[in-house]
């Protein structure tokens, strides 16, 4: 097997059909011309069909043996999730979204297996693929990257994060009769946090750190932890991002993020409960001094990466929360200058913002 990068491959298509072992993502880099086939042997048809044939690229993505001596066989190295993906996210948006799993579609994917005596999700304020990948990598075997379909802000990311009917009923229906939820504030203060605990009734506690959640959880004798949700929203990296006067350090954030959650799956484990952990962000973050952002409007508007209404221009993707139209800003773009302690943006569409991680473990 030939093995070569994105620019070797569009060379290679320019000479002949192939057969390539890639990810899926990438195929969003190569020219419109280029046709892409799922079965190599849709590509052989093609070569063998009575016709004139366009000098057009063809390119299927599987490996079929029996065509080995008709059409070569490629591994294409390119590794779609960098901030290279910002070049082609606006223009490719829509194939882009059928190609990974969506924010709106995740909660389907938390679907415990059928020993599993407990489930617990962690909602992460602000952390993106872009950091965990950097950051805390060994956790990539766990980790699915999710597109942010919508605004990539607080309140749009973590509803979706939870789904309708909310996470807490789906898992309900399917046996996990007990729920338990921890969080930074009081229901009847934030809106966003009552909708976030639909289903949970008065078993929501509100605790200054997620150190306060794992001691409550630990005071729990082992049957009440079996046939439960439990439900952490933890302080990821948005608050640094936004109110910070030093330069925030990102790594440490990202390290005690994965450190608690590690933490919580030791602490199961310990206790011989089943549990499958899920650990979801809202957004991630677009850091301002590692790359070269730059002013679309002058304004004083108060967020510099979205519309809160459509708008229609080159610049921009207009998408629907909830019966409503949103405009998010692509990648370089501001509406305006950011502030001395605004280390960070989110909201708009790019890598950084729109691509966040979905880890799974599962603890005996």
């Known amino acids: 097997m030939y093995e070569t990068d994105l620019t070797g491959l569009?060379?290679?298509?320019?000479?002949?059909?192939?057969?390539?072992?890639?990810?899926?993502?990438?195929?969003?880099?190569?020219?419109?011309?280029?046709?892409?086939?799922?079965?190599?042997?849709?590509?052989?048809?093609?070569?063998?069909?009575?016709?004139?044939?366009?000098?057009?690229?063809?390119?299927?993505?599987?490996?079929?043996?029996?065509?080995?001596h008709r059409l070569p066989v490629v591994r294409c190295t390119h590794d779609p999730l960098t901030t290279e993906l910002n070049r082609v996210l606006l223009k490719r948006y829509e194939?882009?979204?059928?190609?990974?799993?969506?924010?709106?579609?995740?909660?389907?994917?938390?679907?415990?297996?059928?020993?599993?005596?407990?489930?617990?999700?962690?909602?992460?304020?602000?952390?993106?693929?872009?950091?965990?990948?950097?950051?805390?990598?060994?956790?990539?075997?766990?980790?699915?990257?999710?597109?942010?379909?919508?605004?990539?802000?607080?309140?749009?990311?973590?509803?979706?994060?939870?789904?309708?009917?909310?996470?807490?009923?789906?898992?309900?229906?399917?046996?996990?009769?007990?729920?338990?939820?921890?969080?930074?504030?009081?229901?009847?203060?934030?809106?966003?946090?009552?909708?976030?605990?639909?289903?949970?009734?008065?078993?929501?506690?509100?605790?200054?750190?997620f150190d306060e959640a794992l001691t409550r959880l630990e005071q729990k004798c082992d049957n009440e932890l079996r046939g439960i949700f439990i439900q952490i929203v933890r302080a990821g990296l948005d608050n640094v991002a936004h109110r910070q006067r030093e330069i925030p350090n990102i790594a440490a954030c990202v390290t005690e993020i994965m450190t608690d959650f590690e933490r919580l799956a030791s602490f199961f484990e310990?206790?011989?409960?089943?549990?499958?952990?899920?650990?979801?962000?809202?957004?991630?973050?677009?850091?301002?001094?590692?790359?070269?952002?730059?002013?679309y409007e002058f304004s004083t508007a108060e967020h510099p990466r979205y519309y809160e209404h459509a708008r229609h221009s080159e610049y921009v993707l207009t998408v629907e929360f909830e019966g409503k139209e949103f405009a998010l800003l692509d990648y370089p773009y501001l509406r305006r200058e950011l502030r001395a302690n605004e280390w960070g943006v989110h909201g708009g569409l790019s890598f950084e913002e729109s691509i966040v991680p979905f880890v799974s473990l599962r603890v005996a």
């Open 270 to 295: 310990r206790r011989k409960v089943a549990t499958q952990l899920y650990l979801l962000a809202d957004h991630g973050i677009l850091w301002a001094q590692e790359h070269n952002l730059q002013v």
């Open 10 to 68: 569009e060379n290679m298509l320019r000479q002949m059909p192939i057969m390539a072992e890639m990810q899926r993502l990438s195929l969003v880099f190569l020219p419109d011309d280029v046709r892409k086939f799922a079965r190599a042997w849709d590509v052989a048809v093609e070569l063998d069909t009575p016709k004139p044939l366009l000098p057009e690229p063809m390119i299927a993505l599987e490996i079929e043996p029996a065509l080995r």
């Open 95 to 209: 194939l882009i979204a059928t190609s990974m799993l969506r924010q709106s579609q995740v909660t389907d994917k938390i679907a415990p297996c059928a020993d599993a005596e407990s489930v617990v999700l962690m909602l992460v304020d602000g952390l993106s693929y872009a950091d965990l990948k950097r950051y805390a990598n060994q956790w990539l075997s766990h980790t699915t990257p999710v597109l942010v379909d919508g605004v990539s802000n607080t309140e749009q990311g973590m509803l979706r994060n939870i789904g309708r009917p909310a996470l807490a009923q789906r898992l309900f229906d399917i046996g996990f009769r007990n729920c338990i939820g921890f969080t930074y504030w009081e229901r009847a203060e934030e809106p966003i946090t009552d909708r976030l605990f639909t289903g949970f009734g008065d078993r929501v506690h509100k605790v200054k750190s």
